[in-house]
């Protein structure tokens, strides 16, 4: 009888999890559009209180994705992330009492780590729920889902918002909260002999489950892969500062038109960009595939400050159009280097481990580009692309087998466990 994988299908346990990722992305994307509007309105915080606990919320889910991991190795991947969505589901039914600056960090700090946990937490389900040749796949298709839920309830919180009451916020955040109550409930229905609920197992020695800042080829691929990943902030931040300062070239429309392209060939290309990326090799040629995708974007959006104002709206589409491919293939790259690379039994303080690139990169990306693109202007889009371009090709090679790179690791990575008897599977921090 052929397997899932052989079928090209996924298994009950993959299905179930793409249905939490949904329901997740959809309560997320209702609530993200109007959470400033929520903090300043409805809690009274002013926008350098906001700043400042965003900032601090970072921060502090930075510190703690590792802890993390390690914790979901212990008490299990499928446990944790039940938690994560529920401490979310409270914090968020509390969110509206939080009206004075203390209340709203403690909230928003500990929302923020566990909105930064979920997503290794879910990844590591998805390696234990599906085969190794279709794990990638998964993920491709959850990405998907991700975006088109975030879409969607974008549009219903823009409609919603035409009424600006108190009501529609506090119905919006609580809608959010039952999301992430729905999404638990999912993943509680998940029944796997390999999930990572290791109790019973006799827990690995700390220097043994910390190992994976000594494996050097992990924490370059880690880092390259946070480089190649900049085409994030090139569109959140990038694009719109370049269309700012660019008004006789470029409406300001066309920023939102950038989001719902981008969003739009996400949704239709991310599992085709998957295919032949399986293994760690696979991954770092994805990721020198993005560089140079993002590096011809970055190289077409450094000439429409020059260009008449139909060729440049053109022209500037056009490159998002390659940022969104090389988002796909990095994100590819990405899934493949950390399931192929990270030990079975830390297969968790991996992929937080990895995790960690995406957090420094939210950090200083906003710096590198505002930098490179308000002070450089055009040449600053080439460097920003020489710069994406380099790290790609390096992380190519750092890919391949070790002995080809030179780089040694610090431990041994063990293959990922297969699926078993199975019963029943986000996009910026939320404020």
Request: hydrophobic content about 55%; aromatic content about 6%.
């Amino acid at each position: 009888m052929k397997s899932h994988a052989e079928r090209g299908r996924l298994p009950g346990a993959a299905l179930a999890l793409l249905a939490a990722v949904f329901v997740d992305a959809l309560g997320s994307g209702l609530y993200m559009s109007v959470s400033v509007v929520f903090l300043t309105r409805y809690l009274g915080l002013g926008d350098g209180q906001v700043g400042v606990g965003l900032s601090v919320a970072g921060a502090l889910s930075f510190a703690l994705l590792v802890p993390t991991g390690i914790l979901a190795d212990r008490a299990g991947a499928r446990r944790t992330l039940m938690a994560a969505h529920l401490v979310r589901a409270a914090l968020l039914t509390v969110y509206p009492l939080a009206s004075g600056f203390v209340p709203f960090l403690c909230v928003v700090s500990l929302l923020a780590v566990a909105d930064r946990a979920a997503s290794p937490l879910l990844q590591g389900l998805f390696g234990t729920a599906v085969e190794g040749p279709q794990r990638v796949r998964a993920m491709g298709r959850a990405r998907s889902l991700q975006n088109l839920g975030l879409a969607l309830g974008g549009l219903v919180a823009g409609a919603v918002l035409v009424a600006d009451s108190d009501a529609v916020y506090l119905g919006v955040v609580y809608a959010n909260a039952v999301s992430f109550v729905v999404a638990a409930v999912l993943v509680a229905r998940l029944r796997t002999g390999a999930d990572g609920e290791r109790s019973g197992v006799r827990p690995l020695p700390w220097r043994e489950r910390l190992g994976v800042f000594r494996d050097r080829r992990f924490a370059a691929l880690t880092a390259l892969n946070s480089l190649v990943s900049l085409h994030v902030t090139v569109l959140t931040a990038g694009v719109p500062l370049w269309v700012l300062a660019h008004p006789s070239a470029l409406p300001r429309a066309v920023i939102a038109w950038a989001v719902v392209l981008n969003t739009v060939v996400v949704v239709l290309f991310q599992v085709r960009a998957t295919r032949a990326t399986e293994t760690a090799a696979d991954g770092g040629r994805a990721l020198g595939l993005s560089g140079m995708l993002l590096a011809v974007g970055c190289g077409a959006l450094a000439t429409t400050g020059a260009l008449p104002m139909p060729y440049a709206v053109a022209v500037l589409l056009v490159a998002v159009a390659f940022q969104a491919f090389a988002e796909m293939h990095q994100q590819a790259g990405a899934w493949a280097i950390s399931y192929e690379l990270a030990p079975e039994d830390r297969r968790q303080v991996y992929l937080a481990f990895f995790s960690l690139g995406n957090a420094a990169r939210n950090t200083y990306g906003p710096l590198v580009v505002t930098f490179l693109v308000v002070r450089q202007g055009a040449l600053g889009w080439l460097l920003l692309g020489a710069l994406v371009l380099g790290a790609g090709a390096w992380a190519a090679r750092v890919g391949r087998p070790t002995a080809a790179t030179g780089i040694t690791t610090g431990t041994t990575p063990a293959p990922a466990a297969p699926l078993t008897d199975v019963q029943g599977e986000t996009h910026g921090q939320r404020a």
